[in-house]
């Protein structure tokens, strides 16, 4: 695929030598007399241009050519073949004004020869191509099983544990709480973080530190409101429900802004009136604070316009912040996430655009914190002895997770050090 540039430069180095420039503006005049050039006397007067120039030069033109440009002998056309070669110098004028169109054009033109070209010769080659990066990603899962196999195993015990134990709560609840609002949004909770917290797993198996660290940004999102609705209780988890509305009002009329960019249908008139109806009355039943993007904790935490940080804050897990921070820097666009990578040694200066066998202990130990947290903030919601002895348990289990990935972690360091 490389090299397409060196193609190009040469093609326009060609294209532009003057001896064919000269030809090329020559035979558009001559075309606006009727006369169209063949090949062969294109090449002539490319040769002449070369060695001649344009005062001496001579032409051959066939009968069928005299006849269809409307004249009948070469020295009727011999005066119209005379301006033309007069007005050569004005024609080259006019042509430079234009040549920064006609490079657009043929770059363009180039461009998408090009591409065709490439495309086909990628698609031709694409299975090959894809044999081999399967071949590299098993060798490299293989590598990074036989390192951190002992403690990934461990963290999948966790999430089974986890997903067994929120099984059984439900089992139980569904016995004792039917039509408890705040149980079920809890359970919905607890089912997205339990999915969440596997697909960390997979980027962790696979390598993929710094993805790992960013996905579990949103399993401790989790963590914070699971807290906040299980400590309000109904109040708090209605308000919770029916805020999707207020988000759907504030999407649309988005959406509605940007939609012919989109290449998309507008959202009808009639639908935007009912999505704006249900809006304005939540807005009247809570207050003009439930408007804003954690408008549902208003009220509970007394705030106009509360943020993720007080909610944060209010259920004491604001001490994980900084890890919150670092985790947000894998997400957004800004240096931090640039230039610092979980999946590189710290003095490494590389471009990592790949998985990696290092930096797998922070996503995995800050998801063990996660989970934990919030399978424990759902069970002990309505608890019996049981589910309390499951906490413990794995809360204590989840230290020997954290502790395995952390001692393996080291092992990398000090061998890579000795």
């Known amino acids: 695929m490389f090299g397409l540039q060196e193609y190009f430069d040469q093609l326009i180095q060609d294209e532009f030598k003057p001896h064919r420039l000269g030809v090329k503006i020559l035979e558009v005049d001559l075309e606006k007399i009727g006369l169209h050039i063949t090949s062969e006397q294109r090449q002539d007067l490319e040769e002449q241009f070369k060695s001649l120039g344009q005062d001496s ?40 004004g234009k040549i920064d169109g006609m490079m657009e054009g043929l770059i363009l033109s180039v461009v998408d020869k090009m591409a065709e070209s490439v495309s086909n010769t990628l698609q031709s080659r694409m299975d090959d191509m894809l044999k081999d990066q399967y071949e590299i990603q098993n060798a490299f899962d293989n590598n990074l099983h036989d390192i951190w196999a002992e403690a990934l195993n461990l963290l999948q015990g966790l ?33 997205k973080a339990n999915q969440i917290s596997k697909e960390i797993l997979h980027l962790i198996r696979h390598g993929f530190a710094d993805g790992a660290q960013a996905r579990w940004r949103s399993l401790h ?74 408008g549902w904790a208003a009220t509970a935490l007394n705030l106009k316009r509360p943020m993720f940080i007080n909610i944060e804050a209010s259920v004491k897990l604001d001490h994980i912040r900084p890890y919150y921070k670092s985790a947000s820097a894998n997400i957004h666009a800004n240096p931090a996430g640039v230039f610092k990578r979980l999946g590189l040694f710290p003095e490494e200066d590389i471009l990592l655009a790949g998985p990696s066998g290092i930096g797998l202990s922070d996503p995995a130990r800050s998801t063990v914190m996660s989970l934990t947290q919030i399978t424990t903030s759902v069970l002990t919601y309505g608890a019996n002895i049981d589910f309390l002895v499951v906490c413990r348990a794995m809360d204590e289990y989840g230290k020997s997770v954290k502790n395995k990935f952390l001692e393996i972690e080291n092992e990398i360091y000090t061998q890579r050090n000795a």
Request: charged letters at 30%.
């Open 57 to 96: 030069l001579k032409f051959d033109f066939s009968e069928n050519q005299l006849e269809k440009s409307g004249v009948s002998s070469e020295a009727e056309l011999k005066p119209k073949l005379q301006e033309v070669i007069d007005n050569l110098p004005k024609s080259i004028e006019v042509f430079s």
């Open 159 to 191: 999430i089974v544990i986890s997903d067994e134990a929120a099984q059984g709560y439900l089992k139980r609840s569904d016995k004792y709480s039917k039509n408890d609002l705040t149980k079920n949004l809890l359970v919905r909770l607890y089912a």
């Open 221 to 294: 999102e989790i963590a914070v409101v699971c807290n906040f609705i299980a400590e309000h209780g109904d109040s708090v988890a209605e308000r919770y429900v029916q805020h999707e509305s207020v988000e759907i009002y504030k999407a649309a009329k988005q959406y509605n802004q940007f939609y012919a960019r989109l290449g998309a249908e507008k959202i009808d008139d009639s639908e935007m009136v009912l999505i704006e109806k249900e809006y304005l009355e939540l807005i009247d039943k809570y207050g003009k604070s439930y408007a804003s993007d954690y």
